[in-house]
Structures are given as structure tokens and as C-alpha cells.
């Protein structure tokens, strides 16, 4: 597997550019706004992003600034590596009987319920955790590839249907879970360390690794298996009275998120 991540090739200049402005401490906004606004197709996805119904905008926002102020650079960084990996890596989700347009939604829906969850929870959380959330399921695309390639998808398939836990299937055929592929990901495009430290301790989360304890919670609740379903729900609040997290401000969010789908 770790042959396989060293292969991947190296994000666009674009985004590599990005992702250095948002590791600065002081990060421009115009000149972040100027970098993807020379993209045109970049522009264009994050604006598709940015304008899901999830996300509540009363109006379309029509341009990158616009889009950076409102929603933080952190999530714009989010939505413009997304959008580079789906295309740097080839997209077969068949060993999750899904679409890149279904992982997506996953996505949205992951990133909107831990934004709703920490905007009125602990808004420091919330440029990493959102990044997090954002990007998170992207190993599986390289685990369904390994998946297919080991002779093993109807099994792996078979498991999943049957309801057992997808990291835990993923673990039992790639030795590793989809997120551990994802920050073994980001650490090849050199990520921060803390996003790819929180994205290795999803599946088991370590007492003082609070990213890593909510981004569990947000799983449970949303995945490939089921969103909000009330198996899902009842797993997360085990796990939110578990870790000590805010439950109220979590249903809370559920709530919301729930709302904005109907839209």
C-alpha cells in the first residue's frame, strides 16, 4: 500500500500553491482568492462546493473572494484539494457500490454536520476539523482500487452487506482503513501534521486527539453504510458520552443538517 501512495502523482501547481498560502501563518486572502481564480476549472468546482444547499447560503455566491470570506480559508483549501485528488486518482468506488458524485455527497454532508456541531461548539476547532471532514473518505479511493486488484471484492462486498463495520472489513483485506490510506495520502502532499494525525486515529482515537474523537463521531453518524441512520446516530452518541463531547450541540446539528438536505 505504501508503494502505491509514493506513485501517486504530485498535486497541480495550483493546488500545491494553495496549500502553502494556508500553511502561512499570515495568509493572504486576495492573493488566495488570485491563485484559484487562475484555475478556471478549480474556480468552478469550489464554487459548485460552496453553493451545495447544505451549506445554507441564502444566495449563490459567485466568486472565489466571496466564497473565501464567507466559508475560511481552511475550507476553501479543503474543496480545492478535493477537487485535484479526484482527478489525479483514478475513480473506481465499485467495492463500495458507490459513485465519486456519492462520495461527495458524503463529504458535504460530513464537512456540514461538523461545522453546524463546532460553530457554536468551539469555532477554534473548526478550520482543521473541517479540512478534516472534508477530505477524509478520499482514501478510499485507493482502497477500493486494492480492494478490486486483490481478487477479493465479492467477499469484501459480502461483508459490507452484511453489516459489518466498513473500517473494520477494510482492515481485515487492506491491513489498514480507508483513513489511514487518506493521512498516509496527505503526508506524501505534505500536509500539516495535525490534520494527518487526526485522520490515522479516526477508527481509535486516543484520549487527548479531540479532532480525531469528533471526526469518529461524524463517521458513525454518515458513511457509505448508512446517513443517519438510527443504528449510526445511536453508535455516535455512545461515542459522544464516550469522549466526553457536546451532545446537545451534536443533535442540534443533526437537526440542521437534516433540514438542509430537505432543500
Not at 459480502?158 to 496527505?186: N, Q, R, T
Not at 485522520?199 to 457509505?224: G, H, M, R
Not at 446516530?233 to 446539528?253: C, R
Amino acid at each position: 500500500m505504501l508503494e502505491e501512495i509514493k506513485s501517486l502523482p504530485p498535486l497541480p501547481v495550483s493546488v500545491i500553491r494553495i496549500q502553502e498560502i494556508c500553511m502561512n501563518n499570515d495568509t493572504d486572502i486576495e492573493e488566495l482568492s488570485r491563485v484559484i481564480e487562475h484555475d478556471p476549472m478549480l474556480s468552478a468546482n469550489i464554487l459548485k462546493s460552496v453553493n451545495s444547499p447544505l451549506y445554507g447560503m441564502s444566495k449563490e455566491i459567485s466568486s472565489i473572494h466571496q466564497a473565501v470570506m464567507l466559508f475560511g480559508i481552511s475550507m476553501i483549501r479543503g474543496f480545492a484539494a478535493a477537487s485535484a485528488i479526484k482527478k489525479s486518482v483514478s475513480v473506481d468506488l465499485s467495492s463500495y457500490c458507490a459513485t465519486i458524485d456519492e462520495l461527495t455527497q458524503i463529504s458535504a454532508l460530513q464537512t456540514a454536520l461538523a461545522r453546524e456541531w463546532y460553530r457554536s461548539d468551539d469555532k477554534t476547532m473548526l478550520p482543521l476539523l473541517q479540512s478534516c471532514a472534508f477530505l477524509m473518505e478520499l482514501g478510499k479511493l485507493v482502497a477500493s482500487h486494492k480492494v478490486i486488484r486483490s481478487g477479493n471484492l465479492d467477499r469484501f462486498l459480502k461483508e459490507i452487506e452484511d453489516g459489518e463495520p466498513l473500517d473494520a472489513v477494510e482492515k481485515k483485506y487492506l491491513d489498514s482503513s480507508s483513513y489511514d490510506i487518506a493521512a498516509a495520502m496527505f503526508e506524501h502532499w505534505n500536509f500539516e501534521p495535525a490534520l494527518i494525525d487526526a485522520l490515522k486515529e479516526i477508527s481509535d482515537p486516543s484520549p487527548q486527539n479531540v479532532y480525531a474523537q469528533v471526526l469518529k463521531v461524524i463517521t458513525q453518524a454518515v458513511n457509505f453504510q448508512g446517513i443517519f441512520s438510527e443504528e449510526g446516530i445511536s453508535a455516535a452518541l455512545e461515542s459522544i458520552e464516550h469522549f466526553g463531547l457536546n451532545k446537545s450541540k451534536f443533535e442540534e446539528a443533526v437537526l440542521t443538517v437534516k433540514e438542509a438536505q430537505k432543500g
